[in-house]
């Protein structure tokens, strides 16, 4: 790629120099030294222009147009696929925990910089015996969010309870951050009558009222231009408050994507996008996904302003998403975050990703730059936490979730009259003669039916 | 999506007008209202206009968008919307269909009524994911912890002589396979206002079709007042005791006219409007069949896989020994809406009132 960058870039520069006149040569005579690029369209655009015309423009002038001013120009120029410099990458802390001088990161407490380490190595924890209790296939399903837990609590430590998040689904940790309890993870997980969504979904697929926090569904970007919906619900009623939306490097593929910014940047919604750019979407690299340079480049092209954030940095994540709220609300606008990250883990429990990328890649991410060390080590040097803090914290929060599978594996299933309700606000009759037909069904063949699904 | 037209409904209008009316059907329909409230002389785009301005006028978390609503929308239908209540609440959006409903999906879960247009339902595709996969699951997904019921989709459907392939189609069935959804589609400017507003606000997301062969053209009585009809209820339009024909939207007047003309070979037919396709009323269709032994199911869309192979597998199921003869089905063929064809593709009062007759006398 980067060859094929300088080579447009010459193209650009050549075109500047040759001036009107060489306009009117027709492309056969063009200098041999061009020919290797003559299937670029730029030539043919070359034989078609009129150099009189451009003689006589004043380049001052303007053209009103919508959107304001357009400067009129004689140079015909394309503008470039690509920056000569890929967008930069804000960060606060660097590769050793040290804090880069001049970086501006806002302040964070100590309680609050304690809370988001210990909520990240919760969550790492509870994706390690929850994978394994997959494993051990006591639930049916589980992807974990290991390598980016610094962009899950950092960013739900920068927001309100009254922020509405609206999530993809790998971001438990932003339920986690809300108070969401390690027994209703478990609860969810193994799809028992204490699941708030009563069982309908598969393990993961998370939703809180209480935390404000959407249910996830596992379509891939359809859940981002709800948050602009919603975000505009808040403006229209004054809150203090903005949506907040998260989705990975494949979801900026989807239409959905487009059509949430597009309309956030027009609606003028106060609504952030996080993008986890985690360079994988199952075992998709991202050179397969897109040619841009990442998602934040995509921003300006919405008009929505962007930045670019070393996703496992979480001062970096919560310094970026507190003054991407602070903007978003008071300017009624949308902002772009893309966060730099890797995904450590396969894609789900029904993936192995050593199929189709090197386990050295995966090895270097998640010693080399894991976002929780990285974190750990600052708050040690800062004094607020150390060696023995860190062991009460591992052995409780294991305890706890140990505690919470076991628990939820004895919970119930939520009983059949569940599959039939919340469909519509009250049964229709068609369901209600289906729940009478599938009663008398379960009777003439119980064996056919779980037995832990009460009637 | 590039290509739509966006001059059509202005351009409709005046061809529509200079049709013959059917004017035996829309005074039948008039006497068999439920209410003779003294109300004006109104064409269905009207009824639809008046029915948006109860609703943001009564409900402050009304919101009504979509492509080229503020100008009033390219069939008039939110004419004068924009000057009154403001463009925070009525508003153009971005041509992009899965993002009308997307973000009226987000919009209705902040406990609004989210109001979307989409400008023709051809264009309603785009939109598929976000109707059955997002606002038909979002209450059912959440264990009701969240739902999505302010939102109500409108979308003109159905076949207007010379819209071809792309302003024509009649998608219902596509959207009757999903539950979580309701799909409504009114017969006349006062059945349009009434089913409006119970469809803004009922809590469950709705596919509101407007047939906008009738936007202009079916001119009725409607009452002025804010009034609601039931979702659900079919209504039998027209009492006859040897064949019952069930049908919804423009489609109805045809089979209206079909009816009369039975009448005069000494064939009694009734007529049914089925309104809400999804949840629907079987029960209403049922005692109708139970009365005639006969049924027989008119819609605009392809026959194959079609909303009227439901409504027959279902009446077979629940009256097979009543039946005097096979289910008759008179619908759109199954092929693209062919413009200069529409004439041979369209179920018309001929190819009914002949499955009328053989079906009568199998």
Redesign the interface.
């Known amino acids: 790629m980067a060859l094929c960058f300088a080579k447009s870039r010459n193209i650009v520069h050549r075109i500047s120099k040759l001036g009107t006149l060489g306009l009117l040569r027709s492309s056969p005579s063009l200098p041999a030294s061009s020919a290797r690029d003559f299937k670029n369209p730029i030539h043919g655009a070359l034989c078609i222009c009129s150099a009189r015309r451009f003689q006589s423009t004043d380049t001052k002038q303007f053209l009103d147009f919508p959107g304001g001013k357009v400067p009129f120009t004689p140079e015909m120029r394309f503008i470039s696929e690509s920056a000569e410099e890929r967008i930069p990458c804000y960060r606060v802390l660097d590769d050793n925990s040290q804090l880069i001088m001049h970086g501006n990161f806002g302040q964070v407490s100590p309680e609050v910089a304690v809370k988001i380490y210990t909520d990240m190595v919760t969550l790492q924890i509870m994706d390690k015996i929850f994978y394994e209790a997959q494993r051990q296939g006591r639930i049916s399903f589980y992807l974990t969010t290991i390598g980016e837990e610094a962009i899950n609590i950092a960013s739900a430590a920068a927001l309100t309870i009254d922020d509405?998040v609206?999530p993809q689904y790998r971001e438990p940790g932003v339920l986690l951050w809300r108070g969401f309890s390690l027994q209703e993870f478990a609860d969810q997980c193994f799809s028992n009558k204490s699941?708030?969504?009563?069982g309908?979904?598969m393990p993961i697929?998370y939703?809180?009222?209480e935390h404000n926090y959407?249910?996830v569904?596992s379509?891939i970007g359809?859940q981002?231009?709800?948050?602009?919906?919603?975000?505009?619900?808040?403006k229209?009623d004054g809150k203090d408050a903005c949506?907040v939306t998260y989705f990975g490097d494949g979801g900026s593929s989807e239409?959905?994507f487009?059509?949430?910014l597009?309309?956030a940047a027009?609606?003028e919604a106060p609504v952030i996008f996080i993008c986890r750019n985690n360079g994988w979407a199952i075992s998709t690299p991202t050179s397969d996904q897109f040619r841009s340079d990442g998602i934040v480049v995509r921003g300006r092209a919405y008009g929505v302003r962007s930045i670019r954030v070393d996703g496992n940095d979480a001062l970096a994540m919560y310094g970026a998403v507190r003054a991407a709220r602070e903007m978003a609300i008071s300017e009624h606008r949308p902002i772009l975050i893309e966060a730099l990250t890797y995904r450590v883990g396969h894609h789900s429990t029904s993936d192995d990703s050593t199929k189709y990328r090197p386990i050295d890649e995966i090895e270097w991410w998640r010693k080399a730059r894991d976002p929780v060390t990285r974190f750990g080590k600052w708050i040690q040097s800062n004094g607020w936490w150390n060696g023995e803090t860190e062991l009460e914290l591992r052995s409780r929060v294991r305890n706890q979730i140990l505690n919470a599978v076991q628990k939820a594996e004895k919970v119930d299933k939520p009983s059949v009259s569940e599959l039939f309700?919340?469909?519509?606000?009250v049964l229709?009759?068609?369901?209600c003669e289906q729940d009478e037909l599938l009663r008398r069904t379960i009777k003439r063949h119980p064996q056919d039916y779980p037995k832990d699904v009460p009637l | 999506m590039a290509a739509k037209l966006r001059s059509y409904g202005r351009g409709l209008a005046p061809l529509l007008w200079r049709r013959g009316l059917s004017n035996a059907s829309s005074s039948t329909m008039i006497q068999q209202q439920q209410q003779q409230q003294s109300g004006k002389s109104m064409n269905l785009y009207s009824a639809i206009n008046q029915a948006l301005h109860i609703v943001l006028e009564t409900d402050p978390r009304a919101y009504v968008f979509g492509e080229d609503v503020s100008f009033g929308g390219v069939f008039r239908c939110t004419t004068g919307l924009v000057d009154r209540f403001g463009k925070?609440r009525v508003?153009n959006?971005?041509l992009?269909e899965?993002?009308i409903?997307?973000?009226?999906?987000?919009?209705?879960?902040?406990?609004?009524r989210?109001i979307a247009e989409i400008q023709f339902a051809d264009y309603i595709y785009?939109a598929f994911?976000?109707i059955v996969?997002?606002a038909a699951?979002?209450?059912?997904?959440?264990?009701?912890?969240?739902?999505c019921?302010g939102l109500t989709i409108r979308a003109p459907y159905g076949a207007v002589e010379h819209g071809g392939h792309y302003h024509s189609q009649s998608p219902e069935a596509f959207f009757c396979h999903v539950?979580?959804i309701?799909v409504v589609i009114p017969r006349s400017p006062r059945e349009a206002k009434g089913l409006l507003l119970s469809c803004i606000r009922d809590?469950?997301p709705v596919v509101f079709f407007e047939p906008k062969l009738l936007y202009r053209k079916a001119v009725e009585e409607v009452p002025e007042d804010d009034y609601m009809l039931p979702l659900?209820e079919a209504e039998v339009i027209r009492e006859g005791s040897d064949i019952t024909l069930v049908g919804w939207g423009a489609q109805l007047s045809i089979m209206e006219q079909a009816c009369i003309d039975a009448e005069k070979d000494g064939i009694s037919c009734e007529l049914i409007d089925l309104k809400t396709l999804i949840?629907w009323d079987?029960?209403t269709v049922e005692t109708s069949v139970r009365k005639t032994g006969r049924l027989l199911i008119s819609h605009e869309a392809p026959v194959t896989g079609g909303f009227g192979a439901e409504i027959s597998a279902s009446i077979v199921e629940r009256c097979f020994l009543r039946l005097e003869a096979p289910v008759a089905r008179v619908c759109g063929l199954d092929t693209p809406f062919p413009l200069v064809f529409e004439p041979f593709y369209v179920p018309n009062k001929n190819k009914i009132l002949d499955a009328i007759k053989s079906t009568v006398n199998y």
Do not use: W
């Not at chain 1, 981002?224 to 808040?234: Q, R």
């Not at chain 1, 229709?428 to 369901?431: A, C, G, Q, V, Y």
């Not at chain 2, 699951?137 to 739902?147: C, H, T």
């Open positions: 509405l609206v699941d708030g969504c009563k309908r979904q697929h939703g809180s009222r959407f249910t569904a379509t359809s981002l231009p709800h948050a602009v919906g919603a975000a505009y619900s808040m229209m949506a239409g959905d487009h059509a949430a597009n309309f027009v609606m309700t919340d469909v519509y606000d229709p009759s068609n369901l | 925070n508003f959006t971005p992009c899965q993002g409903v997307g973000f009226g999906i987000g919009l209705a879960a902040m406990g609004n989210a785009p994911d976000q996969n997002e699951k979002f209450r059912y997904r959440s264990g009701n912890q969240f739902n019921g539950p979580g309701k809590p469950n659900s949840p079987k029960e």
